[in-house]
């Protein structure tokens, strides 16, 4: 019982005590917000990749592309785990506005109505976002071809990260230059020249919420991309994008998926082009954007690794304090051990003490971060409206808000953590000080 | 003498520190008997290991030989346990130093040894009659009025009384004192020199250490401590 009552009475009336707790408590809101912002910004970026690809890809870096796509679709259609497949034709195109200038984009032929059901495609659209069957549709010439543009080939973004938009598009008019590929991978001659135009008008804007995609793809009708990259007898594709029914499981539907494209490749082995199916690779959403996601997860990691350090600080900081406090303990240790205390029970004063310390800082720690998070967005806009100073540079970085989602088992981890390196902290000099003959510390100090 | 029985005894005692690479020798063999109810002085000068013996006596340090048996019970057989036991219920220890918690007030200091023997529920179970026991040894000790204060707010003699309140708390049958008025003028000690009287006569059983004399004196046995061996 007296150890209840010693551990408030250190808490309540040692200064020292009061900076254990203050430090303890500012580790835990240091990680607690750059764990959350961190952490936000990858999931909103991987959240953002599987939006924009779909559950599972079946495709080619190849240029060229692969045939026999009609088929494939159809039977991954019949597959139990499979909810909507979409056919894709990827390329590189030179894109020229009406009155000059010129810039490379990438080109995504697509079918609106079967890629909005396998991607967010009709949720990132502006003005055909409930009838995405009209994305190409410009309204001020609906007999006219339409491409819808990456938003920010289409518009500004202003600091704070938004768009200024027209009640309808702006009328604009592009050529989109490809140079088409036969079969076998040769320049195929349209008309006179090895290069095929076509004029497009603009339709609609499509925001992703990833700056590469939105800065520099046009999607076009998937018919026009094929005649405008592709050339010879049979239709070809680059890609199919496949989304899965709900609760299928990711890994499990991509190994259905690849045992169906293993079969698939076999039967038409020795079909006409059939060696186009050889560059053909089956990927996750996450393998197939591995590239743009591994070096966020990079910088995740790397974040954790640092306040990992931070972590070891307040442990080493923690066990400087509880030294400090236990050498200035020692007479009570010999007075409690000469009424009769164990050094067990001396032990666990301290620990409980440490306790105490490491759950205090980590509830304030953790109040200060949640606090602090709720009003994150506040404060940014606040310094930017005063100060011109922004966090996240939005013409930079393509986020809205900074992420302040709160979660809890993240929080339990920390709060957990910092506990334990309390206790680790505490333990050494708790141990000293318990395994004190009272003669030692009783000797001759002065009260 | 020799009419009532011997609870406390000292046989050959050996103690001897370790100051880097010597060994020094403080206590030589030390035999010693106190006999219930006694108060005995044990003078000596300053460093000739009173202290040293007194911690022995009562189970805070072990002997490097011999035995202390308390009411013909080897210290040096009992576990650890049953020592803390033994300074929990049969010993109260007065320092020359008070030995205060400066958390605690004065009635806590008082009822601590009841405190660290029960866990939360044994002490909700005591609390109230351990608090009613520490306000009446305070109002023996005079210091009713002082209960809620903070050891810092006393003086050195008030200090001192609160500290034999607490050596009391338990009950003890041994009372062992260390230079209790080495750190007080000699008005004050002689007001705890009085408190020690007064529980003789009610029969506690007091060793009491000191290197003075005139103190010595107010007991009813002196022993003398020389070259680490009782002279006799
Ligand atoms: N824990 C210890 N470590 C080393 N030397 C000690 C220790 N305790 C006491 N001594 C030494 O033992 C001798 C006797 O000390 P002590 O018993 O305190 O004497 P007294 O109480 O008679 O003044 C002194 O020389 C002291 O320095
Ligand atoms: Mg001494």
């Known amino acids: 019982m007296y150890k209840l009552k010693l551990i408030i009475r250190y808490l309540v009336r040692r200064r020292i005590t009061h900076f254990a707790v203050l430090t303890v408590a500012l580790c835990v809101f240091i990680v607690v917000v750059v764990m959350t912002v961190m952490n936000g910004l990858v999931e909103e970026f991987k959240q953002k990749n599987h939006d924009f690809v779909g559950d599972c890809v079946v495709g080619t870096k190849s240029l060229v592309g692969f045939p026999y796509y009609e088929e494939l679709m159809q039977a991954l259609e019949a597959t139990?785990?499979?909810e909507a497949v979409s056919p894709v034709v990827k390329n590189y195109a030179l894109l020229r506005p009406q009155y000059g200038g010129d810039r490379y984009v990438e080109l995504l032929g697509i079918d609106p109505v079967r890629h909005s059901r396998v991607t967010n495609f009709a949720?990132?659209?502006y003005y055909r976002a409930a009838d995405p069957a009209k994305a190409f549709v410009p309204v001020y010439e609906p007999n006219a071809l339409g491409c819808v543009l990456g938003i920010d080939l289409a518009l500004w973004r202003d600091a704070r990260s938004e768009y200024t938009f027209d009640a309808t598009p702006q009328r604009a008019a592009f050529s989109l230059t490809c140079f088409p590929l036969n079969a076998r991978g040769a320049p195929a001659m349209a008309g006179t020249t090895v290069v095929s135009s076509q004029q497009f008008y603009y339709s609609d804007n499509s925001h992703s919420g990833i700056a590469r995609v939105d800065d520099s793809t046009v999607y076009i009708p998937l018919d026009q991309a094929q005649s405008l990259c592709m050339a010879g007898e049979r239709k070809r594709i680059t890609a199919v994008?496949?989304?899965f029914r709900a609760g299928a499981e990711l890994y499990g539907g991509c190994e259905q998926v690849r045992r169906l494209w293993s079969q698939f490749r076999q039967a038409r082995a020795d079909a006409p082009d059939g060696r186009l199916l050889d560059t053909v690779t089956v990927e996750s959403w996450k393998e197939h954007r591995r590239a743009y996601i591994a070096p966020m997860e990079k910088e995740e990691t790397l974040m954790s690794v640092m306040f990992s350090l931070v972590g070891i600080t307040t442990v080493f900081i923690v066990f400087v304090v509880f030294y400090v406090i236990v050498s200035h303990k020692t007479k009570d240790i010999g007075v409690l051990k000469s009424v009769g205390a164990s050094s067990a029970s001396v032990m666990g004063l301290f620990s409980g003490f440490a306790f105490v310390v490491g759950l205090l800082g980590s509830v304030a720690g953790i109040a200060a971060g949640w606090l602090f998070l709720a009003y994150i967005n506040r404060i940014e806009d606040w310094l930017y409206s005063r100060f011109g100073f922004q966090l996240w540079d939005r013409t930079i970085y393509a986020i809205g808000e900074i992420p302040h989602e709160v979660e809890f088992h993240v929080l339990a981890v920390i709060a957990f953590c910092a506990i334990v390196a309390c206790l680790i902290g505490a333990l050494v000099p708790a141990w000293g000080a318990a395994r004190l003959r009272p003669v030692e510390t009783l000797h001759g100090s002065r009260s | 003498m020799g009419?009532?029985?011997?609870i406390l005894k000292a046989e050959r005692l050996h103690k001897s520190y370790r100051m880097g690479a010597t060994r020094v020798s403080v206590l030589?063999?030390?035999?010693?008997?106190?006999?219930?109810?006694?108060?005995?002085?044990?003078?000596?000068?300053?460093?000739?290991?009173?202290?040293t013996l007194l911690h022995l006596l009562g189970g805070l340090d072990r002997p490097n030989e011999g035995t202390v048996s308390f009411d013909g019970q080897d210290l040096n057989r009992m576990r650890s346990w049953e020592l803390n036991r033994f300074r929990n219920e049969m010993v109260g220890f007065v320092f020359q130093f008070y030995h205060l918690l400066d958390e605690l007030d004065v009635l806590e200091n008082v009822f601590l040894p009841t405190m660290v023997s029960r866990g939360i529920v044994g002490w909700l179970a005591t609390r109230k009659a351990a608090r009613e026991r520490a306000l009446k040894l305070l109002e023996q000790l005079g210091l009713q009025d002082r209960a809620r204060h903070k050891p810092y707010q006393l003086s050195g003699g008030e200090r001192q009384r609160v500290a034999i309140g607490r050596a009391l708390m338990n009950e003890p049958r041994l009372l062992l004192a260390d230079e209790p008025t080495g750190n007080l003028d000699?008005?004050?000690?002689?007001?705890?020199?009085?408190?020690?009287?007064?529980?003789?006569?009610?029969?506690?059983?007091?060793?009491?250490?000191?290197?003075?004399?005139?103190?010595?004196?107010?007991?009813?046995?002196?022993?003398?401590?020389a070259d680490g061996k009782v002279k006799t």
């Open chain 2, 186 to 225: 000699s008005t004050t000690g002689n007001g705890i020199l009085k408190v020690l009287e007064r529980l003789h006569q009610a029969g506690q059983t007091i060793v009491m250490v000191t290197h003075d004399e005139r103190v010595a004196r107010r007991a009813q046995r002196v022993i003398t401590l």
């Open chain 2, 3 to 6: 009419e009532r029985p011997v």
């Open chain 1, 123 to 125: 949720q990132t659209l």
């Open chain 1, 80 to 82: 139990a785990c499979v």
């Open chain 2, 28 to 51: 030589k063999g030390v035999d010693l008997a106190v006999e219930q109810g006694q108060f005995v002085a044990v003078i000596g000068a300053s460093g000739s290991g009173k202290s």
């Open chain 1, 241 to 243: 994008h496949i989304r």
